[in-house]
């Protein structure tokens, strides 16, 4: 089993929809969680840090379930711009050792 | 200002060239990584210094050789590299090495092995 599992993907939606990605994560003792976005050919950028509170930022929303193991991204209102690649990312405090899901490919159509 | 910079963005080198890439951030962090993305793939950890220290190698072969001059510069000096290593390669830089602490990428250089 995978340390950090995302949904396969990929995503085809129109604009406009609402899409959610999950996430589930293995290691119990994980410390912090992140979503990361990455656009074909570019680096990394970090998206979202996510809170067990559950934490918004515009028309993004993240959710973190502790007991379950279990992240969340969902994006409102898609845009074409949103088309990336999203990457669920858990830190399990070993040194700053990042550990990645396999990424969920998003495409949003005019 | 979160800005990691890497220099070259584009590399193309043969088998018997020597080479390096590098990494240059601004922002104070003391934690600073390289990482190996191969296409459709996430990021893969190679090395990570803390505090201009190497504290974590992934195994990596040794003709990938990290060099963290001072606390701002991360090198990778390449040497005898194969195909299969062709890949686009990033730095990253955080606070610390802390399980809250962001990372941040540089844009990365795309490297070719002929």
């Known amino acids: 089993r995978k340390e950090v599992e995302q949904d396969p993907g990929p995503f085809n939606v129109p604009e406009g929809a609402t899409v959610a990605f999950n996430c589930t994560y293995s290691?119990?003792?994980?410390?912090?969680f992140f979503w990361y976005r990455q656009d074909c050919r570019k680096e990394p950028k970090l998206l979202m840090s996510?809170?067990?509170s559950g934490n918004e930022d515009g028309r993004f929303t993240a959710q973190l379930n502790r007991a379950s193991q279990y992240i969340s991204l969902l994006i409102r209102d898609s845009k074409l711009s949103d088309s990336a690649t999203y990457l669920c990312?858990?830190?399990?405090?070993?040194?700053?050792?990042?550990?990645f899901g396999q990424g969920t490919e998003l495409s949003v159509k005019p | 200002d979160t800005e990691v910079t890497q220099t070259p963005k584009h590399l193309v080198m043969g088998m018997t060239n020597k080479k390096s890439l590098k990494c240059e951030q601004h922002?104070?962090?003391?934690?600073m990584y390289w990482y190996k993305q191969k296409a459709k793939k996430p990021p893969e950890l190679m090395f990570v210094?803390?505090?201009?220290?190497?504290?974590i190698n992934e195994s990596v072969p040794s003709r990938f050789s990290p060099e963290c001059p001072n606390s701002s510069l991360l090198n990778l000096h390449l040497h005898a590299l194969q195909p299969e290593d062709s890949a686009l390669y990033l730095c990253?830089?955080?606070?610390?090495?802390?399980?809250?602490?962001?990372?941040?990428f540089g844009p990365g250089t795309r490297l070719t092995v002929l």
């Open positions: 990253a830089s955080s606070q610390d090495r802390a399980g809250w602490d962001t990372q941040y």
């Open positions: 290691n119990s003792a994980s410390q912090s």
């Open positions: 996510v809170y067990s």
């Open positions: 990312v858990v830190n399990y405090n070993q040194g700053g050792k990042l550990i």
């Open positions: 922002m104070g962090h003391r934690a």
């Open positions: 210094y803390s505090y201009e220290k190497l504290s």
